[in-house]
């Protein structure tokens, strides 16, 4: 499994922007950027991926460096709902002769203050 | 649309019984996988199942098996039970198909827990 390296933990204040880093140099040229979030006692909960473009969706937006050795998940305006462990999942198709196992690595936890 | 359903929510067992594990994924949905959080821990996953075979499994025991049905609900039996096993079993699932990695949708997890 390709690796990822994010900061162990951020923190915002609410309803401002906020920027989570992910370091990917050792991405492959098939290789998805996933981000997924957990919020406490809770399951994972999907929130953005891409490939090669940057992204946007109702939850947030991801930034993908040119180069693609790193990426930033963009949260516009942090709410407390937000406060969670994000995570930054490398995965590769399934038919490339990759797993869609989900590796969570110790992620950034991010503390979002009123 | 409904999400990803499991159930129990909670089941207690004792050490050496099995458990079984529900999973329901979201309509349309062919690829189930099962993943294991350990109090504390991260995820670690368990099985993928695609369109009623298993695709991939994790680093578990064979005592931890499982099937899915053909209208893709899928079940996690868990034989010979170890206090070790006391865990959040989620469940999520996704679209099938080789062609990308499909986001996965979790359950909300069946928390297992052997006395």
């Known amino acids: 499994d390709a690796k990822t390296t994010q900061p162990n933990s951020m923190e915002s204040n609410e309803e401002e922007p906020v920027h989570l880093p992910c370091n990917h140099s050792?991405?492959?040229?098939?290789?998805?950027i996933h981000w997924y979030r957990q919020l406490p006692s809770q399951g994972p909960e999907y929130v953005i991926h891409?490939?090669?473009s940057n992204v946007n969706n109702r939850m947030a937006s991801l930034a993908i460096a040119e180069d693609r050795k790193s990426s930033t998940l963009i949260l516009h305006r942090a709410t407390l709902r937000d406060a969670a462990v994000y995570y930054c999942?490398?995965?590769?198709?399934?038919?490339?002769?990759?797993?869609?196992?989900?590796?969570f690595g110790t992620g950034t936890r991010l503390l979002v203050s009123p | 649309e409904a999400g990803v359903t499991q159930s129990p929510t909670h089941l207690i067992k004792t050490r050496g019984q099995q458990a079984t594990l529900r999973c329901s994924p979201i309509?349309?949905?062919?690829?189930v996988y099962w993943y294991q959080q350990a109090l504390g821990l991260g995820l670690q996953f368990l099985l993928w199942?695609?369109?009623?075979?298993?695709?991939n499994r994790g680093n578990f025991p064979p005592r931890f098996s499982g099937r899915q049905f053909p209208n893709y609900s899928s079940e996690l039996n868990v034989n010979a039970l170890e206090l070790e096993d006391s865990a959040l079993y989620l469940c999520?699932?996704?679209?099938?198909?080789?062609?990308?990695?499909?986001?996965?949708?979790f359950g909300p997890g069946t928390r297992l827990t052997v006395t």
């Open positions: 999520a699932s996704s679209l099938g198909g080789d062609s990308r990695p499909y986001e996965q949708y």
């Open positions: 050792t991405i492959s040229g098939t290789d998805y």
């Open positions: 891409g490939l090669t």
């Open positions: 999942i490398l995965l590769r198709p399934p038919g490339n002769t990759g797993f869609q196992k989900l590796v």
């Open positions: 309509s349309g949905h062919t690829s």
């Open positions: 199942y695609d369109e009623g075979e298993e695709r």
